[in-house]
Nanobody, 115 residues
Framework: QVQVVESGGGLVQAGGSLRLSCAAS????????MGWYRQAPGKQRELVAT???????RYADSVKGRFTISRDNAKNTVYLQMNSLKPEDTAVYYC?????????WGQGTQVTVSS
């Protein structure tokens, strides 16, 4: 059974930085697309960034130039470096990993940016 586990959330002041990590385990297959999504209170879950196993990336317009997604294929781990954080970045951040034809979600990690 595939498990997806996030870590690295927390409380930070506006302008600060955080780094999220997400590891997918439990399968002999490597994850193709891994990504980060977020959900703020009262809002729908939205894409933040994704990265393929070959390194192709995609970002939401709201985080371009501030967030960087990267991955370690050998560890089936994806990272999200978040710089210049804003209060509107406050949300629960979820990791998603596609293994074969199926997508798996982590439990989420809270990111709170104070003004």
């Amino acid at each position: 059974q595939v498990q997806v586990v996030e870590s690295g959330g927390g409380l930070v002041q506006a302008g600060g930085s955080l780094r999220l990590s997400c590891a997918a385990s439990g399968s002999t297959l490597s994850s193709n697309i891994m990504g980060w999504y977020r959900q703020a209170p009262g809002k729908q879950r939205e894409l933040v960034a994704t990265i393929t196993s070959s390194g192709s990336t995609r970002y939401a317009d709201s985080v371009k130039g501030r967030f960087t997604i990267s991955r370690d294929n050998a560890k089936n781990t994806v990272y999200l470096q978040m710089n210049s954080l804003k209060p509107e970045d406050t949300a629960v951040y979820y990791c998603n990993a596609y293994v074969g034809p199926y997508g798996y979600w982590g439990q989420g990690t809270q990111v709170t940016v104070s003004s």
